[in-house]
């Protein structure tokens, strides 16, 4: 599995605003210190507002911000609000993807199932306040 670079790149983002937090940055200042094409920012910045992970403002001190605190938005629901649910195949998105017809019985089906859930599990456990002290304790 493989996530895209848009998620690596939105994780960025998020990082640099919690970094930052409870600041007001513009979408240019996060591309240049992040080197993230600006209109790519821009876009990140979208899905990120439609998920609600950022909030934006209007006017001269407009800019974006965190809509939560950075310990209450997690790996996960950044990637999600990009990728999409997270899903390492599709018969676990819906078993009847299965094209055996037999996902209920299959001991693959049962072993990626554990597989996805370790790693939704890990991705909701590490926080952007975390990530941020880290950026912080390494400066």
Same mark, same amino acid.
């Given at each position: ?14 990082? %640099? $605003?919690?970094?930052?937090? /409870?600041?007001? &940055? #513009? ?9 993230? +094409? ?25 800019? %974006? $911000?965190?809509?939560?605190? /950075?310990?209450? &938005? #997690? ?9 999409? +649910? ?54």
């Amino acid at each position: 599995m493989r996530f895209t670079v848009e998620s690596d790149r939105a994780t960025r983002v998020v990082l %640099y $605003l919690a970094v930052n937090y /409870p600041k007001c &940055i #513009s979408a240019k200042e996060i591309a240049e210190n992040e080197k993230i +094409p600006a209109r790519f920012t821009l876009k990140i910045l979208r899905k990120l507002k439609l998920a609600e992970i950022v909030d934006s403002l209007r006017g001269n001190a407009g800019g %974006y $911000l965190l809509s939560k605190k /950075p310990e209450e &938005i #997690s790996l996960y629901d950044v990637i999600t609000a990009i990728e999409g +649910p997270l899903c390492i195949q599709k018969c676990l998105e819906n078993p009847d993807n299965c094209n055996l017809k037999r996902a209920d019985v299959c001991p693959v089906h049962n072993h990626l199932c554990d597989m996805q859930h370790y790693i939704k599990e890990k991705l909701v456990s590490v926080n952007f306040l975390s990530l941020a002290e880290d950026v912080a304790s390494k400066s």
